[in-house]
């Protein structure tokens, strides 16, 4: 009996230390091979602890007071560390009704067992070793349902994509267009729809719904009978991505910001990369649309010859260019030149990027309909995006500049440029540095150590091993080093930052990466 209880004792542990798991496969993506990755990553001293306890756990099986004593107190502080850390945790996993799907699934797992233990009293020593095993290695439990789960979990997939399909047939007469890119498709989009509500009535992927899915549950829960354009913002981490979200929403229009390297630990090079984003523009070259593509990015500009494209940016060659570019701490200001004519425009976004995001949006904008009056108040009406590049007030009156939700080598350099232009404040950047850039994820960090080293009085860096590259890059400087923090979590670095800043501070906050980049 005190077998049967130890083994329902350890089934209800492991379902709460399935938590940690269905978090960073959730992270992931829910792609089991990511997930293992992580794993192997991640593998250290808490693994091997929690084997050596496994083997003592089943060493002392055959002496059930003993088994059910360290069941409940390692279920005990199990349960507690489940809480702990989802508290603690940047992102949360967010209980979705996939998520409860495979809480579900896990579940009868667990009770299977129990009730097998129960009925058949020979063999409940054996059971108890396998939900030992499962309790103190949840993360074969998360990989086992994520797989029964799949067949169940397509099937959802077709129907809702299915489902939003026939929504956009009932909108037949509304534009689509679809945005993508290494970086700036977010800014774009929230640009772009701000510049085309002066005219329509505008619907958009909200947050960073770039996925298949993303896509699919804004149409279902965000398209309206009245909306006559759907701006598409369209994200991607391995070749044929675009391509399936284009079989989605069938896009009339396209626009490509940059392509960089993004992703490449998935992509594997950047051929790969350009070969995706082109999915977008071969898709709309197809159905007889307007391709647009940013005139300053070296990769798109190989590619442009093969399209009947319009061109955007700083480049003197692009169709619609931004000239007379002047920025500062409180916003930007420059002209927008095509053909004959010209717009001047302020706004109060920061940094050369949203310079070249703005021009495109407004060489759409133009091709639509929408009046320069239009777009000169609706350009000065603009808000920061939140996370990128978002001013804030912080501690004690300092500046806070949010670009969490940056990650790319491109945009990273001009937060840091754009911190630097703060004159007469000390200026402190916290910052993890850069992830998924596969072979080239060293150097970029390493670059954007020195980076820092040329705009920044505080250095603050997240996690020791993460943050190598870029303490590698600061040593090679005269940087003082006594100016230079390298701390455990974000958390942290607001901690340390509580008695070091005052109203005379610019702080930048650059790439807060999920948990299952935490090291």
Not at 7 to 26: E, K, N, P
Not at 422 to 438: A, R
């Amino acid at each position: 009996m005190l077998t049967l209880i130890s083994i329902i004792i350890a089934a209800v542990a492991g379902m709460f230390a399935l938590t940690r798991q269905l978090h960073m496969l959730q992270q992931n993506s829910y792609f089991n091979s990511r997930y293992l990755s992580w794993s192997k990553e991640n593998f250290g001293f808490k693994t091997i602890f929690s084997f050596f306890l496994f083997v003592i756990s089943c060493s002392f099986v055959k002496v059930d007071w003993l088994v059910l004593s360290i069941v409940c107190v390692l279920a005990l502080i199990k349960i507690m560390h489940t809480f702990s850390f989802q508290k603690k945790a940047i992102k949360p996993l967010v209980f979705t009704a996939r998520v409860k799907r495979m809480y579900i699934t896990a579940g009868i797992i667990f009770a299977a067992l129990c009730v097998c233990a129960f009925l058949f009293e020979n063999v409940t020593s054996y059971l108890l070793i396998a939900v030992l095993a499962l309790f103190y290695f949840p993360g074969i439990v998360a990989v086992l349902v994520n797989l029964i789960n799949a067949p169940i979990e397509n099937l959802v997939k077709l129907w809702y994509i299915g489902d939003a399909k026939k929504k956009l047939r009932s909108l037949d007469k509304m534009k689509i267009i679809g945005i993508t890119g290494s970086y700036g498709k977010t800014s774009t989009k929230h640009i772009l729809a701000r510049i085309l509500n002066e005219k329509y009535n505008v619907c958009f992927t909200p947050g960073s719904f770039n996925t298949p899915m993303g896509v699919v549950r804004t149409i279902r829960e965000y398209m309206k009978p009245q909306t006559e354009i759907f701006v598409c913002e369209m994200g991607a981490k391995n070749v044929g991505d675009i391509d399936e979200i284009c079989r989605i929403v069938k896009p009339d229009i396209a626009m490509i910001t940059s392509v960089g390297p993004q992703h490449l630990n998935t992509f594997k090079s950047i051929e790969n990369i350009v070969k995706t984003k082109f999915e977008l523009a071969d898709s709309v070259r197809k159905k007889g649309g307007k391709v647009y593509l940013s005139a300053d990015n070296s990769y798109i500009n190989a590619k442009s010859g093969e399209y009947d494209s319009v061109t955007y940016g700083a480049n003197s060659d692009s169709g619609y260019r931004a000239e007379n570019i002047t920025c500062g701490p409180t916003g930007t200001k420059f002209d927008v030149v095509y053909g004959d004519n010209r717009i001047t425009l302020s706004t109060k976004l920061l940094g050369m990027h949203n310079v070249i995001n703005i021009t495109g949006a407004v060489a759409i904008a133009i091709e639509l309909g929408i009046g320069e009056r239009d777009i000169i108040f609706a350009v000065s009406k603009l808000e920061q995006t939140e996370h990128r590049l978002q001013l804030k007030p912080f501690i004690k009156g300092a500046t806070l500049i949010d670009d969490a939700y940056n990650a790319n080598p491109e945009g990273c350099m001009e937060a840091v440029r754009v911190l630097g232009s703060f004159d007469g404040m000390k200026k402190v950047i916290v910052t993890p540095g850069l992830v998924e850039l596969g072979e080239r994820e060293y150097q970029c960090n390493y670059d954007l150590g020195l980076q820092c080293t040329k705009y920044c009085d505080e250095i603050i860096l997240v996690g020791k091993e993460r943050s190598k590259p870029m303490t590698d890059a600061i040593a090679t400087t005269d940087f003082d080093k006594n100016h230079l923090h390298v701390v455990a979590s974000f958390k942290d670095a607001v901690a340390l930052m509580q008695n070091m800043l005052d109203s005379n501070y610019a702080v930048l906050f650059e790439n807060d990466l999920p948990d299952n980049y935490a090291k």
